[in-house]
């Protein structure tokens, strides 16, 4: 990142203890003279602003380009679930394929999408946009494209679905209310994987909130390849769509976990 970045430190309240030296990722911080922390010339060039010098003082002795380190929240340990329950909480988890017909609030939306501005991403680079359906009938009009592109393309495989479409049967977006979409810059450094990375956290905070999520595949090779239904979507100039999931209330409950296979592991 070619860009102006300012440290500024509060010599009352740092103690000194390097951690930020430490800590930095890029090893753009370094002791003065009087071992209060500093910048180092390259920190212009390659600080990519991911704040782990802030968050690792616990004098709230630094200011990154001007945010106040008393503004951001505080950590709180009570936040750390239990391990055991954690697993649970993951396996228990299930690719939602029947919905409510209800749309969600659209706070309900927000809050969930929220919570994924907090996935990691490569250098931290912050590329993940989001489109969201808030009419049921729009995400529908989306499959429906969806099935367009299918018949255009030759040997598709899923010829069920095409056949359960004209039946009245939505095995492309299984009836969801909404559709959620990852998209970013074709020119980010790693879109794919940032992208997917952050509708999995979507798909976690869903569950957590009693909603229902299921990866949308079939729609995300449609929304990169067929014009019809990038030109529906409207996406910035540039822009890719990555992963994408539908979301709703769930219309079922699951009651046991099913059996994966066994952990596959090489220890090097």
């Not at 991403?121 to 489109?131: D, E, G, K, L, M």
């Not at 899923?158 to 039946?167: E, P, S, T």
């Not at 996406?235 to 219309?251: D, I, K």
């Amino acid at each position: 990142m070619n860009h102006q970045v300012t440290l500024d430190v509060d010599h009352e309240r740092c103690a000194r203890d390097g951690l930020c030296v430490r800590e930095c990722p890029l090893g753009l911080i370094e002791l003065d003279e009087d071992d209060f922390p500093r910048l180092r010339k390259a920190a212009e060039r390659l600080c990519i602003g991911c704040g782990h010098c802030v968050a690792i003082c616990p004098k709230a002795a630094l200011c990154l380009n001007g945010r106040d380190p008393e503004t951001l929240t505080l950590v709180d340990r009570s936040w750390k679930p239990d391990p055991d329950k954690l697993r649970g909480f993951l396996a228990a988890r299930r690719s939602i394929r029947s919905y409510k017909p209800e749309p969600l609030e659209r706070g309900e939306i927000k809050r969930l999408l929220d919570a994924a501005r907090f996935a990691p991403t490569a250098v931290n680079a912050q590329p993940v946009h989001w489109a969201v359906t808030l009419d049921p009938a729009r995400t529908r009009e989306l499959a429906g494209l969806t099935v367009d592109w299918m018949k255009s393309v030759p040997d598709m495989p899923y010829k069920g679905w095409l056949a359960a479409w004209d039946r009245g049967e939505d095995k492309i977006l299984h009836g969801a209310p909404h559709l959620v979409l990852a998209h970013s810059p074709e020119t980010a450094r790693w879109p794919q994987v940032d992208c997917a990375t952050a509708v999995a956290w979507v798909e976690i905070m869903a569950w957590a909130m009693g909603l229902g999520t299921c990866w949308a595949g079939i729609f995300t090779r449609a929304a990169q390849q067929w014009e019809p239904l990038q030109k529906a979507l409207a996406l910035p100039a540039g822009h890719v769509t990555q992963a994408a999931v539908m979301l709703g209330r769930p219309a079922v409950r699951y009651a046991r976990i099913p059996e994966r296979l066994p952990l596959r592991v090489q220890w090097l």
